[in-house]
């Protein structure tokens, strides 16, 4: 069982080991089944790659993150402006209040949580109550209809309207689920390269000519 890691992505295992591994290849039956010894296919490889990097940038903050109370506080804020009211057509009302927003930071999360004008006209009340009471809109998601605060837990902080310590409700930019995902992804990679590794190297191909 000796290991050889001077070239592990050629093989972990000595000759010993590979002509071991060679004999028993040759002279398993598999049930009648001859088993080639042919590489991973480099598209396949590829895909796994793809798959990881594809799940992870799903999940992630940057494209899965909430739509807070926060990104649409400036529309509630212009909606029943003279300028706004003087504009006909909901569509067109809420194009001017897209195209004047002052906070430039908010600007790509409204284009990735675009709204219509009924939708403002759902949540304006509520918006406006929380501004009322002084706390922060970022801890509070727009879901349909409703504004509630967020689920997540992150810093200690000090709530603004009741003075108790509690966990900051804004999503982190890093969630620990992403530690424990790469750490399990890692894992995984390396284990098959293992398995594979300890193999004998692809470039040798039984002829299943050995009795069984």
């Not at 909901?90 to 908010?106: C, F, H, P, Q, R």
């Not at 837990?153 to 900051?168: A, L, Q, S």
């Not at 999503?171 to 990679?189: L, N, R």
């Amino acid at each position: 069982m000796a290991w050889k890691l001077d070239k592990p992505l050629y093989s972990m295992a000595d000759e010993s080991q590979n002509e071991t591994a060679k004999r028993v290849w040759e002279g398993e039956s598999l049930g009648g089944i001859s088993e080639d010894n042919n590489r991973l296919p480099q598209p396949v490889i590829m895909l796994l790659g793809l798959t990881i990097i594809t799940a992870f940038l799903i999940t992630f903050p940057l494209w899965g993150q909430r739509p807070t109370a926060e990104i649409y506080a400036e529309y509630i804020q212009m909606m029943d402006s003279p300028a706004v009211q003087a504009i006909s057509g909901d569509k067109a009302k809420m194009e001017y209040l897209v195209s004047n927003v002052k906070d430039t930071s908010l600007k790509p999360f409204q284009e990735r949580h675009p709204l219509e004008m009924d939708d403002l006209r759902m949540i304006k009340d509520q918006v406006i109550e929380l501004q009322r009471q002084g706390v922060d809109l970022g801890e509070y998601s727009v879901i349909g209809s409703k504004v509630l605060m967020a689920n997540f837990e992150g810093r200690p902080i000090t709530d603004p309207v009741t003075g108790k310590v509690r966990p900051e409700a804004k999503q982190p930019w890093w969630d620990k689920g992403y530690t424990i995902d790469i750490f399990y992804v890692i894992y995984f990679c390396v284990a098959v390269l293992i398995v594979i590794k300890r193999l004998p190297h692809f470039s040798w191909e039984p002829d299943h000519s050995v009795a069984h």
